[in-house]
């Protein structure tokens, strides 16, 4: 299996300007996690989706975040607008829940908001 | 709620010595528990893990028991390689059966040779 892809690998915008995460789960996993870490605040889980409905997004910083999984093998994490706070890196990922699974992680996205 | 607790680093280790990463926890119900490991540059991966009172998780060397009766489970390595140089990150699963893992805050180690 080819894992959890992510892309872009690397993106460097500018404030204000809109940023697109994607990511592939792994085939057969119903459950998707956005994560974001950071030095300062360590890894923080944004938001899950289970069978592509959002479950919990608590972890959601403020509006200009929007998460959405049109289908099981597609998700995205939108920033509009983008802000210096917001650089971090990114990371989607999966499980294939029964109770405690295990989530395998993608590379992650570098976001540099200047 | 549920949380993890996990000693700070940085650790810093020559070639060969043994590693010892303490991580404690708080959770109702019987959560299962993870170490995960973050290579430089690389998102997480699982390193092992154990699901009930007294299992033993192991691998590429490492090991961790699940002791309920003093909620810890704490990752071992007898002889560590400069290859292991990386994040440590304790986890439990949700409570409620929830999916969420909650995490550790992290701890990195350095292995000099």
């Known amino acids: 299996d080819a894992g959890v892809i992510q892309s872009p690998r690397h993106e460097v915008t500018e404030m204000g300007q809109e940023v697109t995460l994607r990511c592939k789960p792994i085939?057969?996993?119903?459950?998707l996690f956005w994560y974001r870490q950071t030095m300062m605040r360590g890894l923080e889980l944004l938001i899950y989706f289970n069978n592509n409905v959002p479950i919990d997004d608590s972890g959601m910083p403020e509006d200009r975040f929007s998460a959405k999984m049109p289908n099981a093998s597609f998700s995205t994490l939108k920033i509009q607008p983008s802000e210096p706070r917001d650089s971090a890196v990114y990371f989607c990922?999966?499980?294939?829940?029964?109770?405690?699974?295990?989530?395998?992680f993608g590379p992650g996205t570098r976001l540099l908001v200047l | 709620g549920d949380s993890v607790t996990q000693m700070e680093g940085p650790v810093t280790l020559s070639e060969e010595a043994f590693l010892t990463i303490n991580c404690t926890y708080t959770?109702?119900?019987?959560?299962?528990l993870f170490w995960y490991v973050q290579y430089p540059g690389e998102g997480l991966q699982l390193l092992l893990k154990?699901?009930?009172?007294?299992d033993k998780g192991s691998n590429k060397g490492f090991e961790a028991t699940y002791r309920k009766e003093t909620t810890s489970f704490h990752l071992e390595k007898g002889s560590v390689q400069v290859s292991d140089s990386a994040v440590y990150f304790c986890a439990l699963s949700g409570q409620g059966g929830s999916e969420k893992l909650v995490f550790g805050k992290g701890t990195k180690l350095t292995v000099n040779p």
């Open positions: 990922a999966s499980s294939f829940y029964t109770g405690g699974e295990t989530q395998y």
């Open positions: 154990a699901t009930k009172a007294d």
């Open positions: 959770a109702t119900g019987y959560p299962s």
């Open positions: 085939s057969g996993h119903n459950s």
